[in-house]
Protein backbone atom coordinates (compact mmCIF):
# COMPACT_ATOMS: atom_id res chain seq x y z
CA UNK A 1 0.00 0.00 0.00
CA UNK A 2 1.38 3.34 -1.04
CA UNK A 3 1.58 6.26 1.22
CA UNK A 4 -0.47 8.91 1.87
CA UNK A 5 0.75 12.18 -0.23
CA UNK A 6 -0.27 15.66 0.75
CA UNK A 7 -2.65 16.45 -2.45
CA UNK A 8 -4.57 13.00 -1.13
CA UNK A 9 -5.38 15.28 1.72
CA UNK A 10 -7.45 17.63 -1.28
CA UNK A 11 -11.40 17.15 -0.85
CA UNK A 12 -11.22 14.66 2.03
CA UNK A 13 -12.10 16.91 4.90
CA UNK A 14 -14.94 14.54 5.86
CA UNK A 15 -12.88 11.56 5.68
CA UNK A 16 -9.98 12.68 7.35
CA UNK A 17 -11.74 14.21 10.00
CA UNK A 18 -13.42 10.99 10.57
CA UNK A 19 -10.41 9.10 10.94
CA UNK A 20 -8.69 11.14 13.25
CA UNK A 21 -11.26 11.87 15.98
CA UNK A 22 -10.92 8.70 17.73
CA UNK A 23 -7.58 8.90 17.88
CA UNK A 24 -7.30 12.29 19.00
CA UNK A 25 -9.94 11.50 21.67
CA UNK A 26 -8.00 8.51 22.68
CA UNK A 27 -4.66 10.48 23.12
CA UNK A 28 -5.91 13.71 24.67
CA UNK A 29 -9.22 12.18 26.67
CA UNK A 30 -11.24 15.12 25.19
CA UNK A 31 -14.38 15.16 22.94
CA UNK A 32 -13.92 15.41 19.27
CA UNK A 33 -16.90 16.23 17.39
CA UNK A 34 -17.07 16.48 13.48
CA UNK A 35 -18.58 19.69 12.79
CA UNK A 36 -19.68 20.91 9.19
CA UNK A 37 -20.05 24.44 8.09
CA UNK A 38 -18.12 26.77 6.20
CA UNK A 39 -14.93 28.94 6.80
CA UNK A 40 -15.00 33.12 6.48
CA UNK A 41 -11.54 34.34 5.45
CA UNK A 42 -11.44 38.46 5.79
CA UNK A 43 -14.59 39.13 3.48
CA UNK A 44 -14.83 35.77 1.88
CA UNK A 45 -16.86 33.01 2.35
CA UNK A 46 -15.40 29.50 1.70
CA UNK A 47 -17.52 26.28 1.44
CA UNK A 48 -20.32 28.17 2.36
CA UNK A 49 -23.75 26.37 1.73
CA UNK A 50 -26.93 27.48 2.97
CA UNK A 51 -29.09 25.70 6.06
CA UNK A 52 -31.99 25.49 3.39
CA UNK A 53 -29.64 23.65 0.75
CA UNK A 54 -28.54 21.25 3.53
CA UNK A 55 -32.24 20.42 4.88
CA UNK A 56 -33.05 19.69 1.32
CA UNK A 57 -30.15 17.33 1.13
CA UNK A 58 -31.41 15.28 3.46
CA UNK A 59 -34.72 14.73 2.02
CA UNK A 60 -33.81 14.46 -1.88
CA UNK A 61 -29.77 13.42 -0.89
CA UNK A 62 -26.81 15.31 -2.28
CA UNK A 63 -26.73 16.67 -6.32
CA UNK A 64 -22.54 15.22 -6.58
CA UNK A 65 -20.04 14.29 -4.42
CA UNK A 66 -18.41 16.89 -4.41
CA UNK A 67 -20.27 19.27 -1.96
CA UNK A 68 -19.34 22.80 -0.93
CA UNK A 69 -19.01 21.92 3.05
CA UNK A 70 -16.12 21.74 5.24
CA UNK A 71 -15.71 19.18 7.82
CA UNK A 72 -13.57 19.81 11.10
CA UNK A 73 -13.01 18.66 14.58
CA UNK A 74 -14.26 20.86 17.36
CA UNK A 75 -12.66 19.63 20.94
CA UNK A 76 -14.84 19.57 24.26
CA UNK A 77 -12.09 21.84 25.12
CA UNK A 78 -13.46 24.56 22.59
CA UNK A 79 -10.65 24.16 20.53
CA UNK A 80 -11.05 23.73 16.53
CA UNK A 81 -9.05 20.98 14.51
CA UNK A 82 -8.12 21.33 11.19
CA UNK A 83 -6.25 18.80 9.61
CA UNK A 84 -6.65 19.01 5.91
CA UNK A 85 -7.47 23.40 5.24
CA UNK A 86 -3.38 24.46 5.24
CA UNK A 87 -2.28 21.47 3.00
CA UNK A 88 -5.38 22.12 0.30
CA UNK A 89 -4.57 25.62 0.17
CA UNK A 90 -0.97 25.25 -0.36
CA UNK A 91 -1.96 22.76 -3.16
CA UNK A 92 -4.91 24.31 -4.98
CA UNK A 93 -2.20 27.72 -4.40
CA UNK A 94 0.72 25.68 -5.97
CA UNK A 95 2.60 26.56 -2.80
CA UNK A 96 4.80 25.11 -0.54
CA UNK A 97 3.60 27.38 2.17
CA UNK A 98 0.99 25.73 5.02
CA UNK A 99 1.51 22.18 3.31
CA UNK A 100 1.34 19.42 6.46
CA UNK A 101 0.06 22.95 8.33
CA UNK A 102 -3.00 22.28 11.19
CA UNK A 103 -4.71 24.21 12.99
CA UNK A 104 -5.51 23.42 16.37
CA UNK A 105 -6.20 26.57 18.45
CA UNK A 106 -8.95 27.37 20.70
CA UNK A 107 -11.69 29.23 18.60
CA UNK A 108 -11.49 32.26 20.30
CA UNK A 109 -7.64 32.67 19.63
CA UNK A 110 -7.67 32.39 15.37
CA UNK A 111 -6.48 35.33 13.96
CA UNK A 112 -6.22 36.38 10.26
CA UNK A 113 -9.30 36.94 9.70
CA UNK A 114 -10.48 33.56 9.98
CA UNK A 115 -13.76 32.78 11.27
CA UNK A 116 -15.43 29.02 11.48
CA UNK A 117 -19.11 28.89 11.09
CA UNK A 118 -20.55 25.04 12.50
CA UNK A 119 -23.57 24.21 10.86
CA UNK A 120 -23.72 20.91 11.61
CA UNK A 121 -21.50 18.64 14.51
CA UNK A 122 -21.49 14.97 14.40
CA UNK A 123 -21.64 12.33 11.22
CA UNK A 124 -24.97 11.40 11.34
CA UNK A 125 -25.86 13.77 8.46
CA UNK A 126 -23.04 12.58 6.08
CA UNK A 127 -24.05 9.09 7.03
CA UNK A 128 -28.17 10.28 5.93
CA UNK A 129 -26.94 12.29 2.73
CA UNK A 130 -24.62 9.36 1.52
CA UNK A 131 -21.81 11.73 1.71
CA UNK A 132 -19.42 9.41 3.23
CA UNK A 133 -17.08 8.24 0.47
CA UNK A 134 -15.73 5.07 0.11
CA UNK A 135 -12.25 5.60 0.91
CA UNK A 136 -9.48 3.32 3.09
CA UNK A 137 -10.20 5.29 6.44
CA UNK A 138 -8.02 2.76 7.80
CA UNK A 139 -4.87 4.45 5.67
CA UNK A 140 -5.98 7.61 6.80
CA UNK A 141 -5.40 6.64 10.47
CA UNK A 142 -1.88 4.74 9.93
CA UNK A 143 -3.33 1.30 10.28
CA UNK A 144 -2.92 -1.67 7.87
Not at 100 to 106: N, P
Not at 113 to 141: C, D, F, K, S
Request: glycine fraction near 10%; proline fraction near 4%; hydrophobic fraction near 40%.
Amino acid sequence: MSELQPKDLVGQCFAVHLAAAPLIEKEFGLSAVPTLGWISLSNEELFHTDEQDLGRYMIEGIPSRRMNLHCWLTLSSFEIVDITIATSFAIVNGTDEGLGGVLAKHWSAITGGVQYHPQLVGEEYLERTGMLLNIPIHQLAGQQ
